[in-house]
């Protein structure tokens, strides 16, 4: 049993100062309670459930900083920096995606995050030949958690056609590729390689997207995974939409309702590009929309219609996507500051009874544990101790309480502020610094060494 000592907490019964937080050998919250003099293994300040990180690709964090140039194309976008990441993942090794992975994960938990989502899609060798073991790149994934000691949610993605037509993948999408058969083989060899890691892991399945799956493998894909998380990108770019629209007859968002009817074991993955009406109809379904506020930016991707969302009763997580800056109060700042830009407000997301740190740092939870399949996102007996402590001797957090704290926390502050974290009872980051961030980003400068002129 580990106990903790905590002068402000944020619990489902709202703000509460002086508890106690008993973590149990299983990973488990065991109590919560008023401070009765128990004996306390750590004192701290600010106490808050550690959400998830809904969306990650790791290997692209070795490409942050360098695709900001523009190329020959007179008009630089998603689809210019897409031909970018192909060539860049031409060069990745088993071993460099372990280091960089590893990296990534350490970055997550600094954050303040407790899970990573990994949409996991580099599957084969340069060229497209399958790894004698179809799940080692599974497995580098598996080893670097091991490591990291994050929370993990592995997502295989099934990948089989370049578009809508169906055209053969192309030379930068080969180490992706599966047939549905070829998918389910590497889906259970994903499965043995995450045998050796904690019980909290969670194995998932993605299909990539309604351009790169066939429409007819879907429900199939459901089975592989049924009490998994089921991820799906879905209507990112407007160029997307209108090819979806002209095979299909449908756009994405109208598709997916008339044909996937999800619910809430479903997350989607940016829906910037939907009408108002698809928006209050995907909303309504439960369905969690993974968000990536950074990437959207950095990709030009659009704004998610978040005040329609979350009017609708819309769910939402946040993720890291490319991970070219992975933060958690950034991700949720950005996504605030999207809806003021785009509506000249203020306080968009806030309601009469919540500020708008309280209600982004809610949803991020809520959501969050929805689309990692995960039993956490609250101080209460039973959920998995994913917690994260912010310092309550902030210059920027001396003196505040209750939803001033999360207020000040993302839109004033950074990562800084996050001092200790746990993942399922395991303390990974304390007094700011990861257990073992020398030994990982020694094994990740190494990696980039070797990586050095990939672009």
Known sequence: MTTLRAAQALTPDGWRRNIIVEIGADGRIARVAADDGTPAD???GILL???ANAHSHAFQRAMAGLTERR????????WTWRKLMYRFLDRLTPEHVEAIAAFVQMEMLEAGYATNVEFHYLHHQPGGTPYDNP????ERIAAATAQSGIG???????YQFGGCDRRPLGLGQCRFGTDPDAFAALHAASAR???????DTQLGVAPHSLRAVAPEALPGLRTLAPKGPFHMHLAEQQAEVEEVQAALGQRPVEWVLDHLAPGDGFTFIHCTQMTPPETEALARTGAVAGLCPITESSLGDGIFDGMRWRAAGGRLAVGSDSNIRIALSEELRTLEYSQRLRDRSRAALATAEASTGRILYAAALEGGAQAAGRDTGALAPGRRADLMVLDGDHVDLAGREGDTL?????????DRMVREVWSAGRHMVRDGAHVAREAITAAYRRAMANLRGAL
Do not use: K, N, T, W
């Open 42 to 44: 750590h004192s701290v």
């Open 49 to 51: 459930p550690a959400p």
């Open 71 to 78: 190329g020959p194309d007179p008009r630089d976008s998603f």
């Open 135 to 138: 799940a080692e790149m599974a």
């Open 152 to 158: 993990l949610a592995l997502l295989p993605v099934h």
């Open 193 to 199: 390689a995450l045998a050796a890691l904690p019980a």
């Open 406 to 414: 999360l207020d000040s926390y993302i839109f004033a502050g950074d």
